[in-house]
């Protein structure tokens, strides 16, 4: 055995050393505690939140290679070069993801990122990865988008060298952009890419490019694309310009030629015309006819419909038997039913109403207004036939459709409440995670513990999740309405104590709500329910009209009712929560008190005036509250009183006391 010199051995032993020691460095690199992980990515992003981008990205770099947070840190790491305007790096942490990470919920967004970031550099990339995003199975808005974008690469290639059949195709993305995404991000680039391709585009895409310039309210540059088409394409839009204008006598006379020659149109571009044509007229009633005598074609439906909703008492409920009886499964055929089978309750046709209730059920089985239609129908049968029905159907609103208003009237119907109020009291409870926690091995665990809410939207498709990240962030309004689409997208709805009901109605300003409520003689699920459907809990809104705060208190009205109660009174007070609370529950008391304690007329008078509630109880023919609601002539009021019982009923069976 050969033994090496002892210098020899020392240059040894220093090389295992410094071998030991780039072999922790690199394990300690690659495999990182997790806490450690959590500690940079949360100091990261703190970096991150304060602008500190540059130390933002050097931190997110620190990440080891094999920690659950590096394809987020990858992405943040993107964040903050955009952020710094360094476009190269941001390529770079995207394309990592791609190479690193291709099985990441990040991979879609990372290859379209990388995709516009190689737009003007190399195109030829750009459009290999727009094409893959297209061919693959992406959300369907970043496939549109890529198709967009590869045919204003196209668009530049063709222009170098043009080749056959190549232009229809480019225009194709351009068109297929445009009529999904007429208001989208990029719409009216697009639009200008499509004139600047093609200026002698015919009249049909020519209409859609001026639809677009319309929607962005550059009315003249719309107004010059509208002169090149032909009327019966365009003329929609053309009359929305000369309302827009002021220039009424060609906007009408424009739309009355459009209804009775070229009808057949996109039915949002009539819709729009009509609806400028009806509200720009001293006689909705005349209008709306006037309109429907001159209506010819496929949407003459919509046009009949119209001249329905303006018709006044008897001649209304008449129309709609018209409108039914000549357009049984048209579009309009489910608002005409329910207006025939309110029309006949009103005229004692009890009979008739329930046959055709009967007939709407079996017709439309997945319909929205199904809750509505059965409980018209139990009503029927418990008041007027007194048949015993209606405790079956009633219990089959209460447990099918179990949050809607219907629920709630029939909970009313099936205990006998002859008051709106069922509920004295309710239990207060935060919003929380809607589920149980992710499991250690999920990435969403993580970015949980570091509380990274828009990378948590990016690894979820979930919407209650999606739900209470904006809640966690404190947009209550965008929280509310995302859970409440995703509540009512769910066929099966869960029980009440499932916590993603707390999301749809969140208790944000309970507390005080509760203790002004109590001092004032009101229901505190019930004034939660009408600053939910005021406000959204948004304590700054203020109302085209004016009114302000979370009750949207006129400042008229809150200075008299503070005024008349001896407080001090300034307009600004209006965005201070409590004050705005305390003037709200004040002003709903005086309302209630003025309308013998009715909650349900207090209510509607909160948002239609106390006048027109008055004026209603006088004129409407009616047996009970129900019917009186039905009856609103205002749809904003009709729809506001169910909206806001709908959401106590809400509060009381998902925070009811045990």
Known sequence: MIELPKADKKVLAILGLLLCLIAGFCFARIYQPIDKSVEIYTRALSDYNNKNYSNAYYLFSKIGRYSKLKPAALYRQGMCANALGDEKSEYLSYHNILIKFPASKLN???????????????????????????????????????????????????????????????????????TKYPEGKYALDCAKSWLEFNPNMNSADSTIVARVFYNAQLYEDAFKILKRTNVDDSWAIAGAYYFQKNEFEKAKELTMIGVAKYSDIDISDLKRIVNLYITNSDNYVLSSSELFSLANGKNK?????????????????????D??????????????????????????????????????????????NLPKVMFLLAKIEQIYIHSPNSVELYNQIINSFPDSYYAY????????????????????????????????????????????????????????????TEYQRGNYTTSSHIAKKAMQELKIKPSSDDLRWRLVYPLNYFPQAQKEALLHGNNPALIISLIKEESYFNPEVQSGAGAMGLMQLMPATASDTAQKNGYQFNTSDLLNPEFNILLGNLYYADLRNSLNNNDILAVASYNGGMGSVQRWLKSFYYSDIDEFVEQIPYEETQNYVKK???SYWNYSRIYKHN
């Open 108 to 178: 879609t967004e990372a290859r379209y990122r990388c995709a516009q970031l190689l737009l003007k550099t190399n195109p030829k990339k750009a459009k290999r990865y727009f094409t893959e995003l297209i061919l693959s199975n992406t959300p369907e808005e970043y496939k549109i988008a890529s198709g967009y974008f590869k045919s204003k690469i196209e668009m530049q290639e063709f222009l170098t060298k043009p080749k056959k059949n190549m232009q229809s195709q480019i225009e194709d993305g351009f068109r297929t952009y445009l």
């Open 301 to 321: 439906d919509y046009l009949w419909s119209m001249k329905c909703k303006y018709a006044q008492n008897n001649d209304k409920y008449k129309c709609y038997e």
């Open 323 to 368: 409108l039914y009886a000549s357009y049984q499964n048209g579009d309009y055929s489910q608002e005409a039913m329910i207006n025939v089978i309110m029309g006949r309750i009103i005229n004692k046709n009890y009979t008739g109403a329930k046959n055709m209730a009967e007939s709407f059920i079996t017709k439309y089985p997945e319909s929205d």
């Open 409 to 468: 009237r029939s909970y009313c119907a099936l205990n006998n409440f002859k008051s709106a109020l069922i509920s004295s009291g309710i239990n207060y409870q935060p919003v929380v995670y809607p589920y149980k926690y992710p499991s250690v091995n999920d990435i969403m665990y993580y970015l949980m513990l570091v509380n990274d809410y828009d990378m948590i939207d990016k690894f979820t498709d979930d919407e209650f999740i999606k739900s209470w």
């Open 644 to 646: 806001v019982f709908t």
